[in-house]
């Protein structure tokens, strides 16, 4: 299962700190598996292409139960606790594979 969330900050001067010190502790969770994280590429601008987030990440869990895990961690939940002031929308999109 791959989970992919995007963040639009209350303020994009942020971005910098929220991908480095904020984003990272979800990686850290016990039942993520490979964790990437990253801003918006500098590709083309096209009808299609949604430049208007300011970090991603994407956590890939072994399972479905993993994943279920994930929400209930105390990592994670702390991580929203502490860090979701910063952020005026998310979005999450889970893949099954």
């Not at 963040?7 to 502790?25: I, K, R």
């Not at 479905?64 to 929308?89: G, R």
Request: hydrophobic share 40%; charged share 25%.
């Amino acid at each position: 299962m791959i989970h992919q969330v995007y963040f639009w900050l209350h303020d994009a001067g942020n971005t910098q700190e929220f991908l480095t010190e904020a984003v990272p502790m979800l990686g850290r969770c016990p039942t993520v598996g490979k964790f990437i994280a990253g801003t918006p590429a500098d590709t083309e601008k096209r009808d299609v292409v949604d430049h208007s987030w300011q970090v991603c990440c994407t956590a890939f869990f072994d399972s479905l139960e993993d994943q279920l895990a994930y929400q209930k961690e105390p990592l994670h939940l702390e991580f929203i606790e502490k860090y979701s002031h910063m952020w005026k929308t998310v979005k999450v999109y889970d893949i099954a594979i």
